[in-house]
């Protein structure tokens, strides 16, 4: 029987320690094959590996049914999970092990919910720091860290964590960049994350774009694609940003720092066109 070379995990190794086996290696572990009738037990606690044709119908349906209704997350974290392999996500694992905050956060492994992060000490912090303005916007949208899917079509147990750190900092992408949750809002940011991540999902998920209004459409083309693709191109890698320890820091110099200009504030704009078509619309009637 042939030995299975597996790469080795060195996250105190000053340099990526997947330079020590060739990416092939790497790779392998996401190109097992099994059948239905004889799968592998699961790599980690609520693991569920995927045959090849399983895999790509759960990207298929995953991506169909989530463009009929883009506000089902659940479906939008499977179209993630089945996409992400063989290559981006260990992709991504490769930036961020090639940068010492990124192999620290995959040595520490920290998560962020309502347990790890209380949302009452976020608020006391001072406003325009990083804490209290991602606060503000969860309380401002009515959403919560605690919504996010947990991981469990990805074989590999670190790139697993991955996708589920990604997931879970989705919100502080938000806070920072300022666009709310709305369809028109999160294609803008998936097209951001797409450009700063390559996960395939973030670049499939702004097909949603053919759902949105005639004007939301033009805006997306003008305004917040075109800042999207700058940004996110030219921004330091968000992966390999640990959260927890800017939460005192100011926002505007995290941005600064990672080279994030804010786009054009969308709720405003929103507001102000209705409150423009009202006014046309009294003054004709």
């Known amino acids: 029987m042939a030995t299975i070379l597996r790469p080795v995990s060195c996250l105190k190794c000053p340099q990526p320690a997947r330079q020590l086996w060739p990416r092939a290696a790497s790779l392998s572990l996401g190109s097992r094959r099994f059948s239905v009738?004889?799968?592998?037990?699961?790599?980690?606690?609520?693991?569920?590996?995927?045959?090849?044709?399983?895999?790509?119908?759960?990207?298929?349906?995953?991506?169909?049914?989530?463009?009929?209704?883009?506000r089902r997350a659940d479906l939008i974290a499977a179209l993630g999970e089945a996409t992400a392999t063989p290559y981006f996500i260990y992709r991504l694992r490769?930036?961020?092990?090639?940068?010492?905050?990124?192999?620290r956060i995959l040595r520490d492994r920290p998560r962020i919910t309502s347990a790890t992060l209380s949302l009452e000490r976020l608020r006391a912090?001072?406003?325009?720091?990083?804490?209290?303005?991602?606060?503000?916007?969860?309380?401002?949208?009515g959403v919560s860290p605690d919504t996010r899917d947990v991981v469990k079509y990805i074989d590999d147990e670190e790139c697993a964590y991955i996708m589920q750190r990604y997931r879970e900092c989705h919100d502080f992408y938000h806070a920072l960049t300022g666009l709310p949750v709305m369809v028109e809002g999160e294609i803008a940011l998936k097209a951001f994350e797409f450009a700063n991540t390559l996960l395939p999902m973030t670049g499939l998920s702004m097909f949603a774009v053919i759902r949105l209004k005639p004007d939301e459409?033009?805006?997306?083309?003008?305004?917040y694609l075109p800042w999207a693709l700058e940004n996110g191109?030219?921004?330091?890698?968000?992966?390999?940003?640990?959260?927890?320890?800017?939460l005192g820091r100011d926002v505007e110099d995290l941005r600064s720092e990672l080279g994030i200009e804010k786009p054009v504030d969308l709720r405003a704009t929103r507001k102000?066109?209705?409150?423009?078509?009202?006014?046309?619309?009294?003054?004709?009637s």
Request: glycine share 6%; hydrophobic share 35%.
């Open 37 to 70: 009738l004889s799968r592998p037990p699961p790599n980690y606690e609520g693991h569920v590996p995927l045959t090849v044709v399983e895999r790509a119908a759960l990207a298929a349906g995953s991506a169909l049914m989530s463009l009929l209704n883009p």
């Open 94 to 103: 490769d930036v961020m092990l090639s940068d010492p905050t990124g192999r």
């Open 125 to 141: 912090f001072p406003p325009g720091s990083v804490g209290y303005e991602y606060a503000r916007w969860l309380d401002r949208e």
């Open 217 to 223: 459409r033009g805006r997306f083309w003008s305004t």
């Open 233 to 246: 191109l030219r921004a330091k890698e968000v992966i390999n940003v640990y959260w927890e320890e800017e």
């Open 272 to 284: 102000m066109i209705r409150a423009r078509r009202k006014a046309e619309r009294e003054r004709t």
